[in-house]
């Protein structure tokens, strides 16, 4: 059974770093692509970023390109996501998710539960 | 970048009625080397993660019932609930990914009326 299990929110300052890291369980992780998407407070659903099954491709919303880095550990079976320069309208909930299959760009078809992400003064 | 534009964002519906969502791309989502259209529906129920619904135009994610229906082509899609039941209460977002960065619709939240 596949579980994806997000951790590392919290409350930050406007300006500062965080890192989340999202662990995985019941699949292959290394034939994966792994996905970020975020939920502002009572909002709808933004893509953040992503990264292929092996680490080479990488790509992200434009409004977090230049402060956000999406890296993966394939021994560890975990995906991050570096987050600097934070500002409010980073605040939450960050969604890791798993694609269907192990083909390039396939739909996202399992997500976690979340981790809530902060940004206040 | 893609814009993904859904309507309407409210959907009242009485138990037993279909429901229909449609779903428009600023650009076509119909890749011209694989003859796919990359687009997908999911649904957020009131305090939990998204499921995946429909992908890739209209195939059903493992587990979905019959009743939903994905359809269209080009940069206008349909999500069709034949008969709308209890469980399918909470908010509908298109997604985009023939190309990044990926894009989801506003959302559509329907309710039981």
């Known amino acids: 059974q596949v579980q994806l299990v997000e951790s590392g929110g919290g409350v930050v300052h406007p300006g500062r770093s965080l890192r989340l890291s999202c662990a995985a369980s019941?699949?292959?992780?290394?034939?994966?692509?792994i996905h970020w998407v975020r939920q502002a407070p009572g909002k709808g659903l933004e893509w953040v970023a992503t990264?292929?099954?092996?680490?080479?491709?990488?790509s992200y919303a434009d409004s977090v390109k230049g402060r956000f880095s999406i890296s993966r550990d394939n021994y560890a079976i975990t995906v991050y996501l570096e987050m600097n320069t934070l500002r409010s309208d980073d605040s939450a909930v960050y969604y890791c998710?798993?694609?269907?299959?192990?083909?390039?760009?396939?739909?996202?078809?399992?997500w976690g539960r979340g981790t809530l992400v902060t940004v206040s003064s | 970048d893609i814009v993904m534009t859904q309507t309407p964002l409210s959907l009242p519906v009485t138990p037993g009625a279909p429901a229909s969502i449609s779903c428009r791309s600023s650009?076509?989502?119909?890749?011209?080397?694989?003859?796919?259209?990359?687009l997908d529906w999911f649904l957020q129920r009131p305090g939990q993660s998204p499921q995946l619904l429909i992908y890739?135009?209209?195939y059903r994610a493992s587990g979905v019932p019959d009743r939903f229906t994905g359809s269209g082509s080009g940069t206008d899609f349909t999500l069709k609930i034949s008969r709308v039941e209890a469980e399918d209460v909470g908010v509908y977002y298109c997604?985009?990914?023939?190309?990044?960065?990926?894009?989801f619709g506003q959302g559509t939240r329907l309710e039981i009326k």
């Open positions: 997604m985009q990914r023939i190309e990044f960065p990926w894009s």
């Open positions: 019941g699949f292959t992780f290394s034939n994966y692509g």
């Open positions: 998710a798993k694609e269907r299959t192990d083909t390039s760009s396939s739909a996202i078809a399992s």
């Open positions: 990264i292929s099954h092996d680490g080479t491709h990488e």
């Open positions: 650009q076509s989502l119909l890749d011209s080397h694989d003859g796919n259209t990359y």
């Open positions: 890739t135009l209209s």
